[in-house]
Structure formats: C-alpha cells, structure tokens
C-alpha cells in the first residue's frame, strides 16, 4: 500500500513566520506534488517535482518555494507566511509519467493569524 | 496550458437515482482522464479513469464516458447510496512533455445523496 504522510494535519503560524510542511512517501515514486485546497476553487497546483532536486512551477507558485534533496521528501516552503495564506495543503506522489494514480497524503490545516 | 472545467458544482439526488457530472477540457493533446472522490475530512482516491483511445469505461455503478471530438467526459453513478456522497474531482493529462505527471484538475463538484 503507498503511504503519503505530511509532517502536521493542523498548524498555526502568525504572520511573517516561515513555514515549512513536509511531506513523505514510501513507494519510490517520482513525481511529488503540492496542492492547495480551498472551497469552491478544488486543487490548485503549487509546485511539482519530477526527480530529485528539480522543480516545477503550478499554477499558483507564488509566495511559495519547494525542496527535494531526497527522492522520497518534498517540502513546501512558505518564507512569509500571510494570512491569505490559510488554507489546506495537499501533498501527493505518483510513479514517473504521465498516467499513473496520484496518490494523497491527509492534508495539512494551515491557519495564518 | 490546459483548462478543465467542471459542472455542476454541486448536486443532490435521491438515493437509487443516477447522477451526472461532466467536464470540458480545453488541450487536444491532452490523453488522460481520471477521476478523484474525496469524502468529508478524507483525502481524495482515484475512482475510475479513462484514456483517449477508449470511449467509455465501467467498474460496476460507476462508469465514464469520452467524446474526444467535443472535448468532454462524464462521470455516471447509477443506484446512487448515501455512501456515494463526496467531492468528486476530473482532471485532465497532457501525457508528454515537461508537465510529465501532471493533471489538471476541474473544481469539484459535492455530491449529496438523500436517503
């Protein structure tokens, strides 16, 4: 069974604070994904990596930076956090391609004050 | 880049009704349609997909259909159940090319299944 774990299911920051939300998976994947939920908006992309080191800009990168120093760990950076900022963050894994199932991790609630 | 588009945004159905969600894509080179069901304070599972060289697809009360030429796929319940109530998600692949791996996802539509 593939596991996708996210380091926090609830955080509060305040503003200007850095943030950092990590996320695991255990199935040797390639792709890793951060998404953010919001009602009535779905999933919105924030970055993808596809191997270890690289990265790619989603739909909504901004105020947001990523690392992924190893195959199975990608971080979502938030340098300064704001409260437009609340939000939930998804994490997701799939294998290398273009077809393959994406799979979640539980979400991390981020409320920013 | 690619646009999916997703409706309704929300439904409500009596239960052992069938229920219908459609979505439009906006990249004719896009090949690969999934479809994610996520329950309350769950995280979303992949349900059913399809691929752009089959029109439709089944798994016993659910089942997907393709039109390639008009650009959208649909979702069918059949036999609706409490249980079947969720935010139901499309998305939409290119396949090839630097977004290798990436979908495009609709915004969601809520399913509420009355008894």
């Known amino acids: 069974d593939v596991k996708v774990t996210q380091s926090s299911r609830y955080l509060v920051k305040r503003t200007g604070e850095k943030v950092f939300l990590e996320c695991v998976q255990d199935m040797d994947h390639e792709n890793m994904f951060w998404y953010r939920q919001d009602p009535g908006l779905g999933l919105r992309l924030i970055y993808f990596?596809?191997?270890?080191?690289?990265?790619e800009k989603g739909d909504i990168p901004e105020g947001y930076s990523v690392s992924r120093e190893k195959k199975e760990r990608f971080s979502l950076i938030l340098e300064s956090a704001s409260t437009n900022q609340t939000s939930m963050y998804l994490c997701?894994?799939?294998?290398?391609?273009?077809?393959?199932?994406?799979?979640f991790g539980p979400g991390t609630r981020l409320t920013v004050t | 880049g690619e646009n999916v588009e997703q409706h309704p945004s929300t439904l409500s159905v009596q239960e052992g009704d069938s229920a219908v969600i459609k979505c439009t894509y906006s990249?004719?080179?896009?090949?690969?349609f999934p479809w994610y069901k996520q329950e309350l304070g769950k995280r979303p599972q992949l349900i059913i997909d399809i691929r752009s060289n089959v029109g439709e697809k089944k798994d016993q009360r659910i089942a997907v259909t393709l039109n390639k030429t008009a650009k959208h796929f649909s979702l069918h319940i059949t036999e609706t159940q409490p249980e079947d109530s969720a935010v139901y998600f499309c998305a939409a692949s290119r396949g090839r090319g630097s977004t290798l791996g990436r979908l495009y996802f609709g915004r969601g539509t809520q399913l509420t299944v009355w008894p």
């Open positions: 997701a894994s799939s294998l290398g391609g273009p077809l393959y199932e994406q799979y």
């Open positions: 990596s596809y191997d270890v080191k690289m990265k």
């Open positions: 990249d004719s080179a896009s090949n690969y």
